[in-house]
């Protein structure tokens, strides 16, 4: 442990399960099955005044039975008795708590005497507490999977942050079918005590978090979140999505977390400032952070390869409406790939193969583009199932187009040594070992070529800032 | 027959394949294999002058051999031959083609003599072709699939023209994925004879096409689109994707389909007059024309039923937004809800039921939403496999899960009857037997909630149309 008080919270050594239940369709019986399923290896102490055994384990009337000292106590009883149960936690020495209990400040207009009193009675005590109205928190160094619900995060690089337990849940899962690997997780609720700056402080410390994920939908201490902001962006990139930015949003985002949100002014000044990635759709959270597994883009110039010339157009588009340059390849690539591809291909930026069916042509393009002195390249097709198909359709036997495609994936992985690579498959939830093969070497696949460029494009927003720190000499 | 010419391409009573091919890598293969395996059973006339018999078809050496009418031709030969297969074509009286050969006017600045020498001499010869450098074509009616690619697109009533074979294709696919169904599709390639507006015209006139989609890189005739679209519009949607909007965009269209982009201000303003709906993102064709199986709503104001908080403020936020109003529901329904919710439910619209385990909870705020004199609803979360697993964990048992969800989708599909219904699940690719319940009865499942507020404001979009369409007289 480094000392930090939140190490308690995501790498304890004891866990109580306050509400623990036998009654399978409580959350108080979810949460701890999924913990000892996670397999969590330290203690784990369900509390409940009128069980003797759980799930196999010993039951405590109140954490104040528990003989040993208590790291995290995950807090699932009825609101009415969470202010006891807090007490009883602070008596009882314990140093952390998710309180996952319903009914607090988005019952009411915002905080509520409840809410006030149990953050009141934490900190007089010296114990720091997560929620209340939460989901939970998962942490891959530690096992601990405290999740109501039973979504199982792939261990990764990412620490992330959410204000809704849905949104957390949902964007896990999302996750996870993208092979986007998660560090820390919390659904952070209504904030009564720890709120997001402090995660994002914490997480900073973390060298085995790589970047950090948001969702909020409002911010409890402005001016800590900015600093603390400020101070991270420039070692590890922050996303962002921030929801409640219009007044149907506040409200709504009021009774759901009792949080107020600010205008999307505010918070895209505030944004533009610290250099946080601000994602606009819920789904480019996970696009995002795939793409910061990426290493970052030198300039604005990048080289489209395309087995589809549509796509090609589209990504075109894009790239120039977000100022991404495309400039076409230097003429001793444009002979060289004359020598291989039909006469009609498209002998500019994007290099669109006119999807030849010579995987040789592939291999040399991917090679033109290691030569090529090419800020990054975008790969739109190619990647996943649809041309393996194609290939096996010609009459090739599944093995062997497999191993030419798997080799293909090895030189696009050696290309991404030097230059950020995206790509894009042809074909939706495209899960083939290709695809996968690429993930697991930190190169995100997409299921639409907008999404590729929208990542690519983050990349460089996040080069730049890192640049104007530098130009105006801040130091990290 | 209507006697409609484009009935010859797609309602055929016999196909010839020209360049039909014995070598399985060879286009000229998979395309007739697509034709036998679709099911098509009008008279298939392989043409090649080396073989005698291909995939236990009768070939014949040119068209002029075949003795009996040709209403369909589709070329596949090299570039070099087509000139003289289009004139074969015309002495023999076939009446359509679709030209796949690729190497026209993409391989050179626009038109290239070779693609307007086979438009004069059909032209002349009174044939009218799709293409050249195109994908083919689907007609379900025909159970024709004249497509290069092995793609099954499912029936239905969408009829989509794709300037991209690539985009086509992947479209057609996702298609497939979300249970959206065709009628008809071209690849319509480099346009050299029919184009996207004559395609538009002639969807127009098909009861069996309720709606039409288009993936666009330019126009040929302007003002022959413009009058068609405004045409057409009055009786049943357009969505289109139009790319070449910028530069480099038109730049790689030209080299792609051998079109001259318009400019993003002139077809925005097209758009606007014509009444067509734009999709901006490709993946929004599929999910716009979903969209279009609803009944279109009365107004501007819609419920949003969650069963996530987030996603709740997530869909209030982008309403606002998109100008899209969210009342609160009548105090009575209030009331009667507050009987079956916990107390801390929202109270208002998002309606967030604050994941209630209890399914009777569930029935009742349909059976609410059903009362509630509202322009229409989007629900999310709920209809899809998450709350099924965690019912199963929470102790009941499989069948029994299913079956009570089932009943709410039941439920869920009354409730359109009466006014549009628009839903999200919660899992991304979920495709378990609710979500094809719903799909199956033209209710839109979305994985994104973003993707079903932003359909849901184009069936507003359109509706506004039809509307200012009766306020200035026009007459349909």
């Not at 108080?28 to 384990?57: M, R, T, V």
């Not at 902001?229 to 409200?251: D, H, L």
Request: a negative charge; glycine letters at 10%; proline letters at 5%.
């Amino acid at each position: 442990m480094t000392g930090h008080k939140l190490d308690y919270m995501f790498d304890p050594d004891s866990v109580a399960v306050i509400g623990a239940s036998k009654s399978p369709e409580k959350w108080g019986a979810s949460i701890l099955k999924h913990i000892i399923e996670g397999g969590y290896e330290g203690d784990i102490y369900p509390i409940n005044p009128h069980e003797e055994k759980i799930q196999g384990l010993e039951v405590y009337q109140s954490v104040l039975d528990v003989p040993n000292d208590i790291d995290l106590a995950v807090i699932v009883t009825p609101k009415e008795v969470v202010p006891t149960v807090i007490e009883e936690c602070v008596d009882e020495g314990v140093e952390t708590a998710v309180v996952i209990s319903s009914g607090f400040g988005e019952a009411s207009d915002g905080r509520s005497e409840a809410e006030e009193r149990i953050a009141e009675i934490a900190r007089e005590g010296g114990l720091r507490f997560a929620g209340p109205n939460c989901m939970g928190i998962f942490s891959a160094r530690a096992d601990l999977r405290a999740l109501m619900i039973d979504v199982i995060p792939k261990e990764g690089n990412v620490s992330f942050i959410s204000q809704s337990g849905n949104l957390g849940i949902q964007t896990l899962d999302r996750g996870y079918m993208n092979n986007l690997g998660f560090d820390m997780f919390v659904s952070s609720g209504n904030e009564a005590d720890l709120g997001c700056e402090d995660y994002i402080d914490y997480f900073r410390e973390k060298s085995s978090t790589e970047s950090i994920l948001a969702y909020i939908e409002g911010v409890k201490d402005g001016d800590k979140f900015f600093k603390v902001s400020k101070k991270t962006t420039p070692v590890k990139p922050i996303i962002i999505y921030n929801s409640g930015e219009t007044e149907a949003g506040r409200k709504a985002a009021q009774s759901h977390t009792g949080k107020m949100g600010g205008s999307k002014k505010i918070f895209d000044g505030v944004f533009k400032q610290t250099g946080i990635i601000k994602a606009e759709l819920t789904d480019e959270m996970v696009e995002y952070a795939m793409a910061f597994n990426q290493p970052l883009p030198r300039d604005n110039e990048v080289a489209i390869y395309t087995r589809g010339g549509g796509w090609g157009v589209v990504v075109a588009d894009l790239c120039n409406k977000y100022g991404i340059k495309t400039p076409d390849p230097p003429e001793r690539i444009l002979k060289k790939l004359d020598e291989i591809l039909p006469f009609y291909w498209s002998r500019g930026n994007p290099i669109d193969d006119v999807a030849t069916t010579d995987p040789s042509a592939q291999f040399e393009i991917i090679e033109q583009l290691k030569e090529w002195d090419i800020g990054g390249v975008i790969i739109l097709g190619g990647v996943g199932r649809f041309w393996i198909d194609r290939a096996i359709e010609s009459g090739y036997s599944e093995d062997l187009v497999m191993e030419t495609h798997m080799e293909l994936m090895d030189e696009i992985i050696e290309l991404s040594e030097d230059k950020p690579v995206v790509t894009v498959a042809f074909k939706a939830f495209d899960e083939t070992d290709t695809v996968k093969k690429l993930r697991n070497n930190k190169i995100p696949v997409y299921y639409s070529p907008e999404s590729g460029v929208k990542a690519y494009r983050k990349l460089i927003e996040y080069k730049n800032f890192l640049d104007s720190l530098e130009k105006y000499g801040h130091s990290k």
